[in-house]
């Protein structure tokens, strides 16, 4: 019979309906009465970034690091590494807000570290690297 | 017939409150000093690792300071000189898990400070000193 507008209810509709009191109320209340939506998307974020955890990477931008112990500089362009962790999750819930989140381990066969190839670890954005498909 | 759930916005004015008594004015200012033990021990830390990273400061060293006084607060609020030229959502964890406690991991990784604190020698505002004193500290942030 009569319907009942509940949570449910489409926007369109209640903003429809809420326009045409507004003529009828005063115009310090009509301000009130506009309704706004607020969607906040973060379910994609997580999800695309458990699936780089992992993967192998190639540097695609020039970029050099000076924090490898006994290394005063290392060339990173065109180097290969893995995705070994993504530090702007935190303890379950919490955001870390690094502008570097990708942390990239290199194993470098041209430099020989103190057990074989030097491994280090680097940190970088996500449009530093490209993903190298698995062949 | 529809039901609707109207919503009213009720804007309430209070009167200003009358001051007690003319021309007693109190100034309360919100700020919290870092206290002189941090600001000596970050000091000491930007001198050593300027020198360790081949590093120098800037060549006005007023920027230098303001960012050693930041240094310092956070050490004192949080336990971890955090970076002062960011803002964070959750301090706590912040300095909890480390990409921002100075020095942050692109300073280590990319000599890249952007509070410039930390300046390669080819950067423009890079002066030559990799040494500043607690009284140039005060001076420059005695206004602030």
């Known amino acids: ?74 060339d990173l362009t065109g180097r290969e590494g893995h995705i070994k962790q993504n530090v702007s999750f935190w303890k379950d819930n919490k955001r870390i807000s690094a502008n570097l989140p990708y942390k990239v381990e290199f194993i470098a066969n041209d430099i020989q570290g103190p057990r074989g190839p030097l491994k280090f ?15 | 017939m529809t039901s609707q759930a109207s919503t009213f916005a009720v804007s309430v004015s209070s009167a200003p409150s009358p001051l007690r008594r003319r021309g007693n004015f109190s100034v309360v200012r919100a700020q919290v000093e870092p206290s002189d033990k941090s600001i000596e021990i970050m000091r000491k830390f930007s001198e050593q690792y300027a020198r360790k990273s081949g590093t120098y400061f800037c060549s006005d060293k007023g920027v230098t ?19 002062p030229c960011r803002h964070y959502d959750d ?23 952007h509070c410039m604190l930390f300046l390669t ?14 009284d140039e500290i005060k001076e420059s942030t005695e206004n602030m």
Not at chain 1, 7 to 16: D, E, G, I, V, Y
Not at chain 1, 121 to 135: C, I, T
């Open chain 2, 65 to 83: 300071a303001v960012v050693i006084k930041g240094l310092a607060d956070h050490k004192d609020s949080l336990g971890a000189p955090l970076c």
């Open chain 2, 121 to 134: 020698p080819d950067n423009d505002f890079a002066g030559n000193e990799q040494t500043i004193t607690l």
């Open chain 1, 1 to 74: 019979m009569s319907s009942i507008s509940t949570l449910a209810t489409p926007l369109a509709f209640m903003k429809k309906t809420t326009t045409t009191r507004r003529n009828n109320s005063s115009s310090s209340s009509s301000r009130s009465r506009r309704m706004m939506t607020i969607r906040c998307d973060v379910e994609g974020e997580e999800g695309e970034s458990q699936t780089k955890i992992g993967a192998r990477v190639r540097v695609k931008v020039p970029l050099k690091v000076y924090h490898v112990p006994k290394v005063p500089e290392i």
């Open chain 2, 91 to 113: 301090k706590a964890a912040e300095a909890a898990q480390g990409f921002w406690n100075c020095p942050c991991v692109p300073m280590r990784e990319r000599k890249e400070c």
């Open chain 1, 121 to 135: 670890v680097a940190h970088l954005r996500d449009d530093e690297f490209e993903e190298l498909l698995s062949e």
